[in-house]
């Protein structure tokens, strides 16, 4: 036990988990934002939707789609000019937020459109029919409906995102990826490298264990 602890540098091992959990959380809640935004917007300009246009749905599907079909890693690569511009480098954890919010974003969002398109149809025509305008439906009626798929899509999300830090760190984001890498597998040091797999591991469990735990609160089916 004492030869294991002796292999850890707890210092950088709390750091590089401050660093996934940064990452992790902030750009989980732009993903959130953004999605949401980009789904509802989808869901409105639908052919049956309350402001349909044809167009703009074309365009915002178009964008979802090649965004969801880029690999993380090649993402991170292509975004790395405009991650220099607005953070000023392309390494850390800062440098990793473009990246994970912009693969993660168009996912949610799809998962937002595919929640609001199940609530009842029935439902929203009871609304417009007790004369509820096209604002009252969206907040009263879509988003209270499809809450918990929207809830279960944040927590998937979020495992995700856990997932792609640890590839960002791999080439120079730092967290728990990072360390895994440079002081695990590079340094041939095992003991980190487990370690940090397991912590990895821990907050992928935290994660679904508390969506999960909302789902069912809110799920009143």
């Not at 732009?30 to 167009?55: H, K, M, S």
């Not at 919010?101 to 949610?108: G, N, Q, R, V």
């Not at 002081?183 to 397991?198: D, E, F, K, L, P």
């Amino acid at each position: 036990m004492s030869s294991i602890l002796e292999n850890i540098d707890f210092d950088t091992m709390v750091n590089a988990l401050n660093e996934t959990l940064f990452m992790t959380f902030v750009s989980l809640i732009f993903a959130v934002i953004i999605g949401l935004i980009l789904g509802i917007a989808i869901y409105l300009t639908q052919e049956d939707g309350l402001y349909p246009n044809l167009f703009v749905n074309k365009v915002l599907n178009l964008i979802v789609n090649v965004l969801r079909a880029i690999p993380y890693i090649i993402l991170l690569i292509l975004l790395l000019p405009l991650t220099t511009a607005l953070v000023g480098s392309m390494i850390g954890a800062k440098a990793a937020l473009p990246s994970l919010i912009l693969s993660s974003a168009p996912f949610y969002g799809r998962m937002v459109m595919i929640a609001l398109n199940e609530v009842n149809s029935g439902t929203i025509e009871a609304s417009k029919a007790m004369g509820a305008n096209n604002w009252q439906i969206i907040t009263k009626v879509l988003i209270p409906e499809a809450k918990p798929a929207l809830i279960s899509s944040i927590t998937v999300m979020a495992v995700s995102l856990v997932g792609y830090t640890a590839m960002a760190g791999a080439i120079g984001a730092g967290g728990l990826g990072n360390l895994a890498y440079l002081y695990g597998m590079v340094r041939n040091n095992n003991y980190i490298m487990y370690t940090a797999t397991i912590l990895i591991l821990i907050i992928v469990f935290i994660i679904q264990f508390i969506g999960d735990y909302f789902v069912r609160k809110i799920d009143k089916r």
